[in-house]
């Protein structure tokens, strides 16, 4: 089991940059490739990128590629998403997921509350 509580959202202007760190607790919750996703009002959610366990490989959706930065810290079980440049269209509540063996997950076992990022335009 492992449990992901996310912090870091908050309001600010386009262009902007923002940091969200997750913090993963649980046996073995360093072993784990985590993600980050992101729900707009009235949208579905869609993955925003992700991180293997060991933090050597990344992979990111394409509309946030150059902008956003994923990296761990496994020393201290955290996970974080660097946001610059930010845009109105990057407002969403983001959530933290780990998920399972190979790279990138097709699962995800476990999931945040999800941290709400607004961007004004």
């Known amino acids: 089991q492992v449990q992901l509580v996310e912090s870091g959202g908050g309001l600010v202007q386009a262009g902007d940059s923002l940091r969200l760190s997750c913090v993963a607790s649980?046996?073995?919750?360093?072993?784990?490739?985590l993600g980050w996703f992101r729900q707009a009002p009235g949208k579905e959610r869609e993955f925003v990128a992700a991180i293997s366990w060991g933090g050597l490989s990344t992979v990111y959706t394409d509309s946030v590629k150059g902008r956003f930065t994923v990296s761990r810290d496994n020393d201290k079980n955290l996970v974080y998403l660097q946001m610059n440049s930010l845009k109105p269209e990057d407002t969403a509540v983001y959530y933290c997921a780990a998920g399972g063996t190979k790279f990138p997950p097709r699962v995800y076992d476990y999931w945040g509350q999800g941290t709400q990022v607004t961007v004004s335009s």
């Open positions: 649980g046996r073995f919750a360093s072993t784990y490739n």
